[in-house]
């Protein structure tokens, strides 16, 4: 085996745009880059997965089948059978994997993980499908989401992987001049892995989520277990498979890389977590779990947990492209994005807008309005707010409607023209005063907006810093045409290490974060310990060892 | 400012090196290399600090003065007097000189901080004897531990850091083909540091141990405390006055980097420790309050504690070089160096010596003899061993002769021409069985040598690994003549993230580490989890924050 050459030039590209950061895609985001009729074959492919056992996995005797995964679209469970595993067995079959998958070049190990990313490429069709019936995006983010934006954040860290592991040269001679004479050493420096990665997907981005993890970890030479949301398996069943696939075919252990599927009325997340061979855990989801998976001795952990993500408005050069950016970015996918915005600032005293003057109220007004459009224009909410994964998602929204905010926007049921059972609500939108903290200081996860009336945008920024300081965040979203105004948000909000992304407006979405140029998580505030493709996520998974001997 | 041309080369040689990892130093190890009667000079300039207030840091207003140094050489008081602080005060001069450090562009902050290093080099010669009489390092060794080298790892540390700050770019145009139209955004990455930093010095490598924390932590925009050892304040309190004058003299404040010195009956390191403005923390010292540093929450803690390193002797060439070598390893600074061998490994059944067999008993014996060859030999003994630094040291090897083992080699007292008074001893040697574990699992720090009776060298191999899985280890020094078993003990030791030193004879030994190019620790057992200079050392030091804005 070597690094082909058509693999090692989709490597350094992406070497080439980590370091450049300007945009780069090696997947592209069109599903028709992938084929005119890809989808209809691939929905065809999703369907013939319902009702059936998942056999692709080469994970030999599993101890039970498992199957939980409902359509959020159709309501109806999916019945896909998985196999399901001792734990013990998996870490066991983990560790063994890994003594040869360690010992394999890194040169090797791109050429079979690069390799995994291109099969995977050729199945991003019915990977939107499986997304779509498991998380409720709508068809195009589970295309994108799951497909080219994966496989480029998956590639992404495994391209920096590779560079920290080539960073220093395997062997040298080390020639000290003495005087008279020279001491002459031959070193060797080797990156030693860690040890068994655990990767904890979550049910709303399933592989994006969790692939940066999974191709840090073996690439830098770890034994990965994926351990899924049981509501959310089959799209990264599928990328496991042919994860698997690519090792079997150059004659490595499939077992590498495995999945290691539960039931919710049986979780085996924390044994896996504190079983003393897994040393690298990668975890998306909750706080809660979150803090526990940090608080865990002698393993190293990165984070992506949750935020209130804030938005400070205080002056824009046209209020409608603002409204119709923001009214966007808290509807895509129901506001069940990890950098949806969610809290959004206004002073009492009103804005700028151009060169007039706006009340407080006529800017609330404005963006009830922006939502509202998108609520009730049919073609637009569907496809927009795809629908909500978790029937809980459903009770939050409910139980705002109690709170002490005043309701601007009721949420309301949303029809899908397909799907006449879809889990599908428009955004409620609640308006609160800067002392409800005990309300906004808390993330709402789902499609829910809390406008928060501040004494002036001084105010804004110190709620937005607060929030981020206490609770973490993964965006602010700023509007301000004053320079010294945006300096100072900037200032203010990288000092909790919040990203600010600046009056945005037009076709880009403060929710999106793109591979080889935005860093997802910034690691310093409590949203997350980690980021991807930050050095340090790849850096933290191996350990230098020189070796030295007389030459 | 700027980076100066005389400084860029330095900073450029030393980012080389670091990639290059062959034999690289910016500060000759000669003391001659720095003026012919630099000794001299440095004994007046040292002799003048003696029974005076240190006067030179531009920290004011302290609350008391304290002195606590004794010489091992003499055993008498130093008698010098450094300003003390409030912890408050100290903390708050730091975050509020910090605010400031920040901005400073990394290309200034390397300017200032190089010509520290400049400044410091000028010194070298008084920092040797303020060692010396503060750590019992003979003179050879507290120069070149304390200058040349020191520095030389200050100076890795901060050429790695400053190679990560620029890793990215500053300012990007992000130009993303939507088809008809380019969403374009220009997006700003920032290195945004953690906090305070503080750096917690021990009493027998102050400076050497000390520096690559600060140097990281200065480098990548933090401020820094040193919290030096009572009875070794003087070598780094010359280290820091030197860097607070290249800060004053550029119009920085010089309070980025203070010493905070405290007295043994009123430490102040828990207090600097849980200071919630402090972030970053350096120690080097025991295992009991590193494992409590290590444990501090929301804290990013770099250590080094203590380990046990094995030595594991299979085959040799040619035993009287063996012998010669780890006889001066163990002796070298009486034992007292974190690298130094503690644990000889010896099997039963004898070993090779190029194609003759010799017995446990002969090979036991001429480690003996080689041992007692030092102590024996008055000219060498006493440069070589130096002095005790801590009275307890002579306690832990009083105590060990009423251990289980036998005393191959007792500790006598050795004569120091130039100081009579010298609180120093050669080796104990002691014998034990490899069921001895209860002894030989702990770091018995001193000139102690203990030598293990194994079944064979895969129990040796199988020990040390244990020991340093267990109980950490930053050394391992092995023998052996055969391929097989070399590779095996190389595997097995990496395997717990030791380094091993494969038949090192001649004019190099196990317990040095050479800036840019050995790894100082690995980080990946109890030893510490730390390693100078990995990139893992800088990054954790800082967060990446990027911002956008519509172009």
Redesign the interface.
Known sequence: MALSSNYKSILDNAIKAI?????FAQYPEHPKAYGEDGASKGLEIFSAYLNNEFKELQQENPSAWVSEEVSPFTQEKLEIQYPAFDVEKTVIRSARAMNAWKNVSVDDRAEVLIDSLERIAKRFNEIAFATMHTTGQAFMMSFQASGPHANDRALESLAMAYE?LT???QN???????GK?N?V?E?Q??A?P?GVGLVIGCSTFPIWNSVPGMYASLMTGNAVIVKPHPKAVLPIAIVVAEIQKALSEKGLDPLTCQLAVDASDKLITKELCEHPLVKLIDYTGGSTFGSYVEGLKDKVVFTEKAGVNSVIIDSVADINAVVQNLSFAVSLYSGQMCTAPQNFFIPATGIKNGDAHMTYEEVVAAFKEGIAGIANNPKMAAGTYGAVQNELTLKRVNSLRKMDGVVLLDSQNVAHADFPNARSISPIVLELDSKDFGIYENELFGPIVLIIKTKDTDESIQLAKDMTQKHGAITCAAYSTDANTSNKI?EEM??V????????????WVNQH?AF???HV???NPAGNA?FT???YV??RF????????A
């Not at 040298?172 to 003495?178: F, I, S």
């Not at 350990?543 to 007389?550: A, D, K, L």
């Open positions: 370091h450049e950061r300007t945009f920290e960073r220093f040269p040298v001679t080390w020639d000290k001049p003495m004479f001491v050493l070193k420096f080797k030693i860690k900037i990288e000092s290490y919040a990203p600010v992304s600046l009056n945005l407006v037009g076709m880009i793109a140029s935005d860093f910034t690691g310093g980021s930050n050095p340090e850096c933290k350990v230098w060892v020189g070796h030295r001997r007389i």
